[in-house]
């Protein structure tokens, strides 16, 4: 009896897995989400955009400068003092870079069209000439260099075309 017993739930089992099977046409399920967008990564921007403490140095004119951060998507510079000069390296893979020209539009720094190496870009100075935050587009992917003054700005000059030195140093030895 027990032997009976199993073959009837075995095949009532059997019967209702088969039984939640489809025809196979999904096209009555209703509407379907759209295939994600996969775009290969842009070119390799490297470590600290391929720049050297050295050349940032060089091409910043901050004297004594030091890398005081680094992680897998950017660096940071710094002189020496509170509110003093600094140089910031960021790569943004698969990130819009309309997303970051809105912002420092909101923080007062009207961009301007750029092209570096034949890449099109934004360069951003803030009123005061004390900040330039200068991006380029990869492909799907940005990278931008900051450059500040510090609250003393003591330095000359446009801090956008220190921020163009370093990123043509970057797209030139883009990998």
């Not at 897998?72 to 309309?98: E, H, K, L, M």
């Not at 260099?145 to 990123?167: E, K, V």
């Amino acid at each position: 009896m027990r032997i009976m017993s199993a073959l009837v739930a075995g095949l009532a089992c059997l019967l209702a897995v088969t039984a939640c099977g489809g025809s196979g046409d999904d096209s009555s399920s209703g509407p379907s989400r759209p295939v994600p967008k996969v775009v290969p990564p842009g070119p390799f921007v490297g470590e600290c955009g391929h720049v050297t403490d050295d050349e940032v140095r060089d091409r910043v004119g901050l004297g004594q400068v030091s890398r005081v951060f680094k992680n897998a998507v950017g660096c940071n510079w710094q002189a020496a003092g509170v509110g003093s000069a600094s140089v910031t390296f960021a790569s943004y893979r698969g990130s819009p870079i309309d997303r970051e020209r809105a912002w420092v539009t909101t923080q007062g720094r009207p961009p301007e069209v750029i092209s570096v190496g034949g890449r099109p870009g934004f360069a951003a100075l803030d009123p005061s000439g004390q900040v330039c935050d200068l991006a380029v587009q990869l492909d799907d992917d940005f990278f931008e260099w900051s450059t500040s003054y510090g609250m003393y700005g003591t330095i000359s000059g446009n801090p956008c075309d220190r921020s163009r030195a370093l990123a043509e140093l970057t797209v030139q030895r883009l990998g």
